[in-house]
Structures are given as structure tokens and as C-alpha cells.
């Protein structure tokens, strides 16, 4: 079920546990090549390169930086698991640096260690998704403990020791959906 969050005044559309989370900036004239570069350095950090699953900040199913309207405008989307303000003491405790270095580039940011304005200055930005849709259930933790028992099941499998275990017949729709591909 797709619903506004209820629970707070925060702005944004859950689906389950997870909530949208859609930010849109001005940057600051003269900024996007230094903006580029920071949002490359922030690619470039462990956790946050493609193929890297260990982000910062745990409750992040997924994000992204878009410059628009000739580099004029920043877009950052993402999905997270639990409310925005749970979110937000994540990102607090997180690599602030790395989006102090983005967002350092955008009007009205006027930097850290003030966590309250920085949480300010975002919620400001936030913008309710029109539409929201997720393609599967369940926060990261739990897909992440789906990939760890996918994993060990998969080694099971491979493992010739394991051939007289396997053909148990409680077994089978175990070994049938692994069969489905």
C-alpha cells in the first residue's frame, strides 16, 4: 500500500517501511564543475561506488544526484527504511563531510556542524514524490540477510557432501525455486 506518511509532518510517500525521499537544489552559479567533482568523490568512496553494498548510512535502499537544467539545478533521490526523522539522525552520524563537499555548491546551505540547520536546510528542499513504487518488500537488513541465506544455500548446493541431504523430499520446493532461474 502506497500512503503519505502519516506519522510526521514530514513531506514523502511510503510503500511498506520504505519512504521516498526527493530533494531538488539550485546550485550556485559558477559551482557545477566543482559539484561535478564532489559528487565523483563521493562515487569514488567506498560504500557509495557501484558494486558496493556497505553504505554509510544502512537504511538507504538506493540513491542518486542528478544536475539539471544545464547544471543549474541538483536533484537527490533515494528510498530508506523507517521514518524521515530516524533517517535523518542516520545521515547526521554518517559521512557528513562527503555531503558537506556536495552540498557546500547549493544556495541557502550554510554548512556543518549545525546538524538542526543542515536537517532544516534538506527538509526544505524535500518535495513529496507525485508517485511512488517499490518492485519488492522488506528493508535492507532483511535483503541483506535474503543475499547472506541465497549465498549459503548456494555453497550448500555446490558442495557434493550435501547430495544425500538434498534429496529429502521436504526438501524440494527448496530445490525447486533454486531451479527457477
Do not use: C
Not at 521514518?83 to 555548491?105: C, K, N, T, V
Amino acid at each position: 500500500m502506497t500512503t503519505a506518511d502519516q506519522g510526521t509532518t514530514r513531506p514523502g510517500i511510503r510503500v511498506g517501511s520504505v519512504s521516498e525521499f526527493t530533494l531538488f537544489f539550485r546550485v550556485i552559479p559558477g559551482h557545477a564543475d566543482e559539484l561535478r567533482d564532489a559528487l565523483t568523490a563521493l562515487q569514488n568512496t567506498p560504500g557509495y561506488r557501484p558494486g558496493d553494498y556497505e553504505v554509510a548510512i544502512a537504511s538507504i535502499h538506493e540513491a542518486r544526484f542528478a544536475l539539471f537544467d544545464d547544471d543549474t539545478r541538483l536533484l537527490f533521490a533515494t528510498s530508506f527504511d523507517g521514518s524521515w526523522d530516524a533517517y535523518m539522525e542516520d545521515f547526521a552520524a554518517g559521512p557528513l563531510q562527503l555531503f558537506d563537499a556536495i552540498f557546500r555548491h547549493t544556495e541557502g546551505y550554510a554548512g556543518l556542524p549545525d546538524v538542526a540547520a543542515v536537517k532544516e536546510f534538506i527538509l526544505g528542499a524535500q518535495v513529496t514524490a507525485a508517485a511512488y513504487a517499490r518492485n519488492y518488500p522488506g528493508t535492507v537488513k532483511e535483503l541483506r540477510k535474503a543475499e547472506r541465506l541465497r549465498g549459503a544455500f548456494d555453497r550448500v548446493l555446490d558442495d557434493p557432501r550435501a547430495e544425500e541431504a538434498l534429496s529429502h523430499p521436504a526438501l524440494k520446493p527448496l530445490l525447486d525455486e533454486a531451479a527457477d532461474a
